[in-house]
């Protein structure tokens, strides 16, 4: 249907097509936006009755840094599996972050890990600290991981 046809069935609440009259509920309109444009990647759009919904849903770097965040407790957790700990085993954990590959991603990690500390904390109820902290404590596992 052409734009003035829908914008009639609208105004008028029905429609005669191809001999047919159609009225009330036999026709749903679904408001869209032109997916060819260059900014449709951008959005995601969805349409109830006659409102357009547009969601910018391009990643700010708070979302990145925060999944960065959940793949380190992620990874605790898997370690502690690994290592046969019980979730309610107390523990340390400590982690060291190799600067001599890459110096800039090793500083956006650390970076990472130190503004969501109390997220990670909270997230595996233990306590996270930097391996090049003075605690001496037993070693149950260890993993390297890029």
Do not use: C
Request: glycine share 4%; proline share 3%.
């Amino acid at each position: 249907l052409t734009d003035s046809q829908l914008k009639e069935y609208v105004k008028n609440g029905e429609i005669d097509i191809a001999g047919h009259k159609l009225s009330g509920t036999d026709l749903k309109l679904i408001y869209t936006f032109d997916q060819n444009s260059s900014i449709s990647s951008q959005y995601e759009a969805h349409s109830d009755n006659d409102v357009l919904i547009l969601l910018d849903v391009t990643p700010d770097q708070s979302m990145l840094d925060e999944g960065v965040a959940r793949e380190v407790v992620n990874r605790i957790q898997r370690l502690r599996k690994k290592a046969g700990l019980q979730p309610t085993e107390n523990i340390t954990v400590t982690y060291e972050i190799d600067a001599a590959k890459d110096k800039r991603k090793a500083a956006y990690l650390q970076s990472v890990v130190q503004n969501y500390r109390d997220y990670i904390t909270d997230a595996t109820k233990q306590p996270i600290s930097s391996s090049d902290s003075s605690l001496n404590l037993p070693l149950i596992i260890n993993e390297e991981m890029e």
